[in-house]
């Protein structure tokens, strides 16, 4: 029952978000490990933010987007244990969590954004980092870390020479 259980809420998951590797397990497992509503998460090469579900709707706007387009968060809901077995499948409760997975480009390190909660334009309350404009809008912001890429065999061009050390 309990694999019944974790895989249809694995599949709940995975087929309800639109950003990271979606597939992975430890995405799924990292997200499911998530007690409470905080300030941004860096997770591999992608970013998850929380909000508390007591708010119907929360969406994010990016600065490297200009803000022209809002991602809404979705509910974080997990196999309910108390709930009665059913026979079309798995009860699922809120896990009092809103969530948003956002990959940014690359060429992004400072991730400025803003949170829109019940309509009005905000910063993050979870978030303490935040900065302010030169219109004096107050923009949340998530510092991505530089991730060196390791050098291989295709990185060097054809005709270069390559020096070995005996």
Do not use: C
């Amino acid at each position: 029952m309990k694999t019944i259980m974790t895989v249809s809420l694995l599949l709940f998951i995975i087929g309800n978000i639109g950003a990271l590797d979606t597939e992975s397990y430890q995405f799924v497992d990292y997200l499911l490990s998530i007690e409470s509503p905080g300030a941004p998460r860096l997770f591999e090469d992608g970013v998850i933010f929380t909000a508390p579900s007591s708010y119907r709707h929360v969406g994010i706007a990016f600065a490297h987007e200009g803000f022209s387009t809002v991602y809404w968060f979705r509910r974080l809901m997990t196999p309910d244990p108390d709930a009665k077995p059913q026979k079309k499948g798995v009860s699922y409760r809120d896990s009092g969590i809103l969530f948003h997975a956002y990959t940014p480009p690359a060429e992004v390190v400072e991730l400025e954004y803003r949170l829109v909660i019940e309509g009005l334009w905000t910063l993050d309350p979870a978030n303490p980092r935040y900065r302010i404009d030169s219109a004096g809008l107050s923009r949340s912001v998530v510092l991505i870390p530089v991730t060196q890429k390791t050098p291989s065999t295709s990185d060097v061009q054809s005709g270069s020479q390559v020096q070995v050390r005996r």
